[in-house]
């Protein structure tokens, strides 16, 4: 059974960065497409940023490219989110997502991903 674990979230100020990591349980997350989406309350769920499930492709959101980098570790099953220069609008709860495949599509969409973790909280404050 997969299981995510986000962790890294808290209070920043603007312009401060922040690193977010997300433990994957289960099989090695080189067999994943993974993914980080937030969400503010009263809005939808939006895709942030996502890396194939080879390492080789990332993609990001208009707003945060240039600002916000993915990456994995595959020894410790880890998928890491960091955030640079960060703005009172990046404030919202943090998801990791996870898809079980070998296609190395662009996957913007919550219904790509089959497992989700509970969500850590980012508050940058102005």
């Known amino acids: 059974q997969v299981r995510l674990v986000e962790s890294g979230g808290g209070l920043v100020q603007a312009g401060d960065s922040l690193r977010l990591s997300c433990l994957h349980s289960?099989?090695?997350?080189?067999?994943?497409?993974m993914a980080w989406f937030r969400q503010v309350p009263g809005k939808e769920r939006e895709f942030v940023s996502g890396?194939?499930?080879?390492?080789?492709?990332?993609y990001y959101e208009d707003s945060v490219k240039g600002r916000f980098t993915i990456s994995r570790d595959i020894a410790n099953n880890t998928v890491y989110l960091q955030m640079t220069t960060l703005k009172p609008e990046d404030t919202a709860a943090y998801y990791c997502?996870?898809?079980?495949?070998?296609?190395?599509?662009?996957?913007?969409?919550?219904?790509?991903?089959?497992?989700w973790g509970q969500g850590t909280q980012v508050t940058v404050s102005s």
């Open positions: 289960g099989r090695t997350i080189d067999k994943y497409a």
């Open positions: 890396i194939s499930w080879s390492g080789f492709t990332t």
């Open positions: 997502a996870a898809a079980l495949t070998y296609s190395s599509r662009e996957r913007k969409r919550e219904e790509d991903y089959a497992y």
